[in-house]
C-alpha cells in the first residue's frame, strides 16, 4: 500500500515561480522512479517530469525542459518540481506517481507508474 498526497499548488502571475510537493508514505519509496503528471480541462494527462530512485538521473518533456526541475529527498520521502517563468498554458491539475521501475529516463507514459496522488491545482494568470 502506497499513499501520494501532493501540495503547495495555487495561483499565481505569469512569470512567476512555484514548487510543489509530494509526500510517500508505505514501503519502498527510495527503490522507485517517480514522476510528475498534469491535466489542462478538456487535455489528455501529459507527462512533465520524471527522476530514478536516486535523485540521480531526470528526464523532462521537451517543451518543460529549462523551466521546470524536479528533484527528490528519500530521507524525508518527498519529490518535489519547482516551476519556474509560468505561463497560463502551464495552468492544470498536478499529478505525481510512482513509477513501476527505479529508472526515469522513458517513463512518459502513465502505464509507467503503479501509483498516483490526488493532484493539486495550479493556476497561472496573465
Known amino acids: 500500500q502506497v499513499q501520494l498526497v501532493e501540495s503547495g499548488g495555487g495561483l499565481v502571475q505569469a512569470g512567476g515561480s512555484l514548487r510543489l510537493s509530494c509526500a510517500a508514505s508505505?514501503?519502498?519509496?527510495?527503490?522507485?522512479?517517480m514522476g510528475w503528471f498534469r491535466q489542462a480541462p478538456g487535455k489528455e494527462r501529459e507527462f512533465v517530469a520524471a527522476?530514478?530512485?536516486?535523485?540521480?538521473?531526470?528526464y523532462y518533456a521537451d517543451t518543460l525542459k529549462g523551466r521546470f526541475t524536479i528533484s527528490r529527498d528519500n530521507a524525508k520521502n518527498t519529490v518535489y518540481l519547482k516551476m519556474n517563468s509560468l505561463k497560463p498554458e502551464d495552468t492544470a491539475v498536478y499529478y505525481c506517481?510512482?513509477?513501476?521501475?527505479?529508472?526515469?529516463?522513458?517513463?512518459?507514459?502513465?502505464?509507467?507508474?503503479?501509483?498516483w496522488g490526488q493532484g493539486t491545482q495550479v493556476t497561472v494568470s496573465s
Open positions: 506517481a510512482r513509477g513501476r521501475t527505479p529508472q526515469a529516463m522513458g517513463a512518459v507514459g502513465p502505464n509507467d507508474y503503479d501509483y
Open positions: 508505505g514501503r519502498t519509496f527510495s527503490s522507485s522512479a
Open positions: 527522476i530514478n530512485w536516486s535523485g540521480g538521473d531526470s
